[in-house]
Nanobody
């Protein structure tokens, strides 16, 4: 069974850091384009970071709101994609999801093939 599981969310103070993990079972993440998305309360799910598959050069990109603060990376041995989040702010609060795209090198919200169930990040003092 193909599955993605996110972990690493929690409560953090403004200015703090968290590292989210997205671990796959049933398939090899290295061959997929992986995206991180978040959904803030009352808002639509938005894409925040994407890393293309190894065959597409593992290119990364970021939403303007997180660029310079968040870093996406992949550990092939662990079959896991990480999202390092620094300088967190209250507006970063939301449920964070990872998703996999098996047929392209981008992360369209409505075009991802597999989704995890999400992990909650709360940034508050």
């Amino acid at each position: 069974q193909l599955q993605l599981v996110e972990s690493g969310g929690g409560l953090v103070q403004p200015g703090g850091s968290l590292r989210l993990s997205c671990t796959a079972s049933g398939f090899t993440l290295n061959y997929y384009t992986i995206g991180w998305f978040r959904q803030a309360p009352g808002k639509e799910r938005e894409g925040i970071s994407c890393i293309s598959g190894a065959g597409s050069g593992s290119r990364t990109n970021y939403a303007a709101s997180v660029k310079g603060r968040f870093t996406i990376s992949r550990d092939n041995a662990e079959n896991t994609v990480y999202l390092q989040m620094n300088s967190l702010q209250p507006e970063d609060t939301g449920v964070y999801y990872c998703a996999a795209n098996g047929f392209g090198s981008y992360c369209p919200r409505d075009g991802m093939d597999y989704w995890g169930k999400g992990t909650l990040v709360t940034v508050s003092s």
